[in-house]
Structures are given as structure tokens and as C-alpha cells.
């Protein structure tokens, strides 16, 4: 599969897989219904709406959406409308999930039930993927959203959600950058120590990259600039080629992702939680229908991966 460099062809390749099913958790949110509808149109989903009928009604009158297109449950409580989402899931009528106008803490707690919810092995986290044009290839970082301080353990399981997401992106050997403030190990900054742990369990193959390559500790320039990169002198495998960058916690994250979106603007954003059975939609109330329409196809595109790997693995 050829390596996807922008979000047009994120988009195409997402159109050449099978059609997937979205549910979507209290599904009166007009900007939700928008991005959902777009998705539809494209012929990239389906959806099925769970929530405040009439509020639905509305939104779909209002914005010209064919409504007779989605199946719709009428669930008025926001969090129960989350739990009915996330029952659609295990009972396989629908291949992704996404955040409707939903509490995000009453989204999680119904996919994360013990009995009733869809956790999956991994450790949640929130990836993020930047299209830009400082960079000739499409950039995934995490994680930017979900763990605040995460362990070593926790950081080799997010890696494993950005290489899974890496090769569903059509990356045949893709490279992680353990992104800390500079390239030296110092025991004064445990986030450079974690970062040469993860690359030596890398190397020894403790951690399952799918292929990739991790080298850490990085820091930013190098992980994206050749020119930086070779100034220093730099002599790791990650010399200005990162695809994947991994945050030493959440801040860090979330600043260099709010950073790049509303300071440059020729930065374009999809985003996608992994760690649960399917791929997570739950973009922020700010992000802008641009960001929420490419969730889904990215989300879309993950899921499309995912199934096709599990029917490999089922014909060998």
C-alpha cells in the first residue's frame, strides 16, 4: 500500500475500503451531524443516530440532511444515548464510535464499562494526525489528550496505537521520535531516560512496532528537520523522517497540537482515541467541521485496517 502524504489521499484510500458504520452518541450536535453527513454523502459511512429525536429533526430540517438516510433511536438522556452507542458496537451493527453532545467523562464511562462497555488490552490514548506543509508527509502524534503523566508502560502501549494507526496510513517502516527537550539522556529528566528504554525495547523487539523504528530521546527539530539534524551531528536512525512523535505527557501534547492549529495556518488536524475495540471519534467542541469530517475518515480508515488484518490473520 502506497504511503499516504496528505488528507486528500487519507480520503481516497479511505473510499477504496469497505464501507463503515458510525454510531453516533447523542447525536444533537449540529456540528457532529455535519461532519457525519459529509462523511455520508462522500460515500466513506454510514450512521446511526442515537438521541433526541426531535432535536435531531430539527438540526436535519435545518442543514437540508436527508434524516430517511440514518436509522435513528430516540434516547433523550445524553448519557444513555452514550451507553446505547456503545451497545451498537459490541453488537456489531456498527464498526466505529463517535461523541455526539455528550459529557465526555459520560462518553468514556460507557465505553470503559467493565460489563457493558468496549475496552479493549491497550492503554487509551489520543492520537492526533497534522497535515502540513512545512512537511512532506502526514505527521501522528500521541499522545495528545487522554493520559496526563504516563509511565514507561504506558507510553510503549500509545506507541503501539500510533504504529497500528502508521500502517493503516500506509507507512511500510515507520519512524518514532520519543520527543523530549533535547537528544541526551539525563537522569535529571526521566522523560529521556523512558525514551532510550523504548527504543532499546524496540531494538530487542520487547515492543512490537509493526516493522517501525523507535529512537529516543529526540528532540523536535531533529525529529522533523534533516538541516537541524545534521548540524548537530546527529547519529540515530530518526534524522529529520519522523512519522510518528511521542510526547513525554499530556501538556506537551496539547500545547504543540493547539500550537501548530491555531498559530499556522496551513496545519490541518484529524484525530482519533485508540485503545478500545473500535476506533474512538470524540473531537473537541472547538475543532472546526475540517477536523471532524477527517476524524472520521481517518477513524474509518483505521477500522478498515484493522478488519482486513483480522481477516488475513483468519485465511493463513
Known sequence: ????????????LALKGTRQT????AAGSEEALLA?????????IDAHLVGDTAVIARICEKNNIPLSHYTVTDIKDP????????QLIREEKAQLLMKGLVETSDFMRAVLNRETGIRGTDRMCALALLECTAADRLLLLGDVGINIAPELEEKASILLSCFRAAK?????????AVLCANEHVKESMPCTVDAQKLARMAADNTLDCQGGIVDGPVSMDIAVNAYAAQI???AGCVRGDADILLVPDLEAGNILVKGLMYLCGSVRVAGVAMGARVPLIQTSRGDDHDTKYYSIVLAC???QYTQSSKEKLHDS
Open 36 to 44: 457525519v453527513e459529509s462523511a455520508r454523502q462522500k460515500g466513506i
Open 168 to 176: 493503516a496510513l500506509g507507512f511500510h517502516q515507520p519512524k518514532a
Open 1 to 12: 500500500m502506497k504511503k499516504i502524504t496528505n488528507f486528500q489521499e487519507m480520503e481516497s
Open 79 to 86: 448519557a444513555e444515548a452514550a451507553a446505547m452507542a456503545v
Open 232 to 234: 548537530k551531528g546527529y
Open 22 to 25: 458510525v454510531a453516533l452518541a
Open 301 to 303: 480508515l483505521i477500522s
